[in-house]
């Protein structure tokens, strides 16, 4: 079964840092570009940050910049996102997906449409 399994999210105090995990099941992660999502309630899905097949290039959202960075190691089949400075806004569920290809467009590497293999996601909850 192809699948990704996030982990790693949890109640943390504004300020603090997390570190989520995405470990792939069932395919090689090496070919593909890979980025992680976001959705809060009542709000659509929206991309944090992707990496290409080789950890070449990142891209993040506005929204998290300087906040975040994301990580592979393909030897583990896994990605990460490191998050810092974490604001009650980014309060969410985080999911992960593969990009059907090594590199998304720049333009287009945040749209949900395009990736698959979606896990079920991690709860971050930002609050005191």
């Known amino acids: 079964q192809l699948q990704f399994v996030e982990s790693g999210g949890g109640l943390v105090q504004p300020g603090g840092s997390l570190r989520l995990s995405c470990a792939a099941s069932?395919?090689?992660?090496?070919?593909?570009?890979v980025a992680w999502f976001r959705q809060a309630p009542g709000k659509e899905r929206e991309g944090v940050s992707c990496i290409t097949w080789n950890g070449g290039r990142t891209n993040s959202a506005d929204s998290v910049k300087g906040r975040v960075t994301i990580s592979r190691d393909n030897a583990k089949n896994t990605v990460y996102l490191h998050m810092t400075s974490l604001k009650p806004e980014d309060t969410a569920v985080y999911y992960c997906a593969r990009y059907p290809d090594f590199d998304p467009q720049v333009t287009g590497w945040g749209t949900p449409a395009a990736y698959e293999c979606w896990g079920q996601g991690t709860q971050v909850t930002v609050s005191t």
């Open positions: 069932g395919f090689n992660l090496n070919n593909y570009a």
